[in-house]
């Protein structure tokens, strides 16, 4: 330990990324442009299409277009990077740019987490208490719980950067994966982490379990509400109308749990990357598909614009 104190502390990260083979970081490269374009085109037509048909014109669809518009924030925020380092093959970034772009990934995930437990909430207003969810969720509610999602989560992330960055990295400050993120980074300090560790996992929780226990709660309430439905068509549309958020729910709060709160000893080198990929890139891919697919009133939207446009 003595040894490693004297070692000068570190001014860049190098990232080792997805792979050291040319052949497949060019084939990487290729395939994440192209799931990078799908991301932006998918999330981007959400919100127009939002913003162009009335009938979408309500808390739901309001609440969708903000999570659009941050899985388009998210994944400018890493995706870029990763295609520029596949590009020419090398991955090395100061200590500044690596708490940006850490700083503005948490912001952003956290965001989306809160947002899908709003999602749920407003969902067990619409399907519970339908007498009052037009009062309940008028446009000043919607613009105070989006608000409420953006500034608490930009707090968090400030403060768990912040204490990451507080401990001296030592050595060669090689990553093992193709972003910073708060727990490979922490590997590298050169003082005890426990207590940052104990921090962020706290703040992990809060941003994860809260969310996901309103999710939950919401979703069990909504269950005992329509199994008392008699309507066969009741039924199907309650189904279909919670069916889309759930799936989004379960592919980005198991990833991210599985990245932050569980702990990782004893899991492979490469199990960060395999994670991370998934809720950076695979899930912001999925979400515009599983929300327009699966939702009758966005394919009915889609189908009037394209009328408009004599299509």
Not at 50 to 58: A, E, G
Not at 75 to 93: F, K, S, W, Y
Not at 201 to 208: E, G, K, L
């Amino acid at each position: 330990m003595g040894a490693k104190n004297l070692t000068p502390t570190a001014t860049e990260f190098i990232l080792v990324g997805l792979s050291n083979d040319r052949n497949t970081q060019i084939l990487l490269f290729v395939i994440i442009l192209l799931m990078y374009i799908f991301i932006l085109v998918g999330n981007l037509g959400v919100i127009v299409l939002v913003r162009l048909d009335s009938h979408l014109h309500t808390p739901m669809y309001f609440f969708l277009s903000h999570l659009s518009g941050v899985e388009i924030s998210f994944v400018t925020t890493n995706v870029p990077q990763m295609l520029t380092h596949l590009l020419i093959g090398r991955a090395e970034l100061s200590l500044i740019h690596c708490a940006l772009q850490m700083y503005m990934s948490l912001s952003l995930g956290s965001v989306e987490a809160i947002l899908l437990g709003v999602m749920a909430y407003d969902r067990y207003l619409a399907i519970c208490h339908p007498l009052v969810y037009t009062t309940a969720m008028r446009k000043w509610r919607q613009f105070q719980l989006a608000s409420a999602c953006w500034l608490a989560c930009f707090i968090i992330a400030a403060i768990c950067v912040g204490i990451t960055f507080q401990h001296p990295f030592c050595g060669s400050c090689c990553i093992n994966h193709f972003v910073c993120e708060i727990p490979v980074v922490l590997k590298l300090a050169c003082d005890d982490t426990y207590i940052t560790e104990s921090v962020i996992v706290m703040f992990a929780a809060v941003v994860i379990v809260g969310p996901f226990s309103v999710i939950l709660t919401s979703y069990g309430l909504i269950l005992i509400s329509v199994l008392q439905i008699r309507s066969v068509s009741g039924l199907r549309k309650a189904f279909s109308t919670c069916g889309s958020h759930l799936l989004a729910v379960i592919m980005f709060y198991g990833t991210t749990t599985l990245n932050y709160i569980i702990p990782q000893a004893g899991k492979s080198a490469d199990y960060d990357k395999q994670i991370a990929m998934f809720y950076l890139v695979v899930t912001p891919l999925l979400n515009p598909l599983i929300y327009t697919l699966r939702n009758k009133d966005v394919r009915e939207a889609v189908a009037k614009v394209l009328q408009r446009r004599g299509l």
